[in-house]
């Protein structure tokens, strides 16, 4: 079995920071895609940020030059760098991960709230 732990949102003031992180955790033989998600009061779930296994990223257009995603494959993890954070930047942050190898094929973690105040 698999797991997916966010850590890192809180309650930060508009042009505030913050750093989420998520583990990966279980019977993992190989990560492909690791990725950052986002849903807002009333909206649909959407990308944010998605990583390679090769530390290609690629960004929504809305955040692009302030979060910056990364990944450290030898502890299953990938950080998500928030900056200049902005109200509409509220929601749930959600994690996903690829399991090539497995039978789920990909995970979902539970979700950290983040909340930018303005």
């Known amino acids: 079995q698999v797991q997916l732990a966010e850590s890192g949102g809180g309650l930060v003031q508009a042009g505030g920071s913050l750093r989420l992180s998520c583990v990966a955790s279980?019977?993992?033989?190989?990560?492909?895609?690791m990725g950052w998600y986002r849903q807002a009061p009333g909206k649909q779930r959407e990308l944010v940020a998605v990583i390679t296994r090769g530390g290609r990223p690629d960004y929504a257009d809305s955040v692009k030059g302030r979060f910056t995603i990364s990944r450290d494959n030898a502890k299953n993890t990938v950080y998500l760098q928030m900056n200049s954070l902005k109200p509409e930047d509220t929601g749930v942050y959600y994690c996903h991960a690829e399991f090539p190898l497995l039978p789920i094929r990909d995970s979902w973690g539970q979700g950290t709230q983040v909340t930018v105040s303005s």
């Open positions: 279980g019977s993992i033989f190989r990560i492909n895609a």
